[in-house]
Nanobody, 118 residues
Framework: QVQLVESGGGLVQAGGSLRLSCAAS????????MGWFRQAPGKEREFVAA????????YYGDSVKGRFTISRVNAKNTVYLQMNSLKPEDTAVYSC???????????WGQGTQVTVSS
């Protein structure tokens, strides 16, 4: 099992920045990738960003490219999501996820609220 704990959400004005953190514990050696997803009220869950644990290759959703940056510190088993130039439409619950294989995410955090005011 892998446990994930997110932190760093909050309220920010449009144009501002926030950094989310996700700390993994447990069988972290089994992690192949970690990612961030978000879900706004009444909308489907949306892929935000992901990073391969070994090589550090990153992937981004179209709506956040150029504004968000995902990174990781392997020694801390922690992944970060730096969010810049935030927009009101970025408001959502952001959840961290970890996957043991290339296709699926097996573990999820509890989520952290990000609210961007206009």
């Amino acid at each position: 099992q892998v446990q994930l704990v997110e932190s760093g959400g909050g309220l920010v004005q449009a144009g501002g920045s926030l950094r989310l953190s996700c700390a993994a514990s447990g069988r972290t050696f089994s992690i192949d990738k970690m990612g961030w997803f978000r879900q706004a009220p009444g909308k489907e869950r949306e892929f935000v960003a992901a990073i391969r644990w070994g090589g550090g290759i990153t992937y981004y959703g179209d709506s956040v490219k150029g504004r968000f940056t995902i990174s990781r510190v392997n020694a801390k088993n922690t992944v970060y999501l730096q969010m810049n130039s935030l927009k009101p439409e970025d408001t959502a619950v952001y959840s961290c996820a970890a996957g043991q294989g290339a296709a699926m995410y097996d573990y999820w955090g509890q989520g952290t609220q990000v609210t961007v005011s206009s």
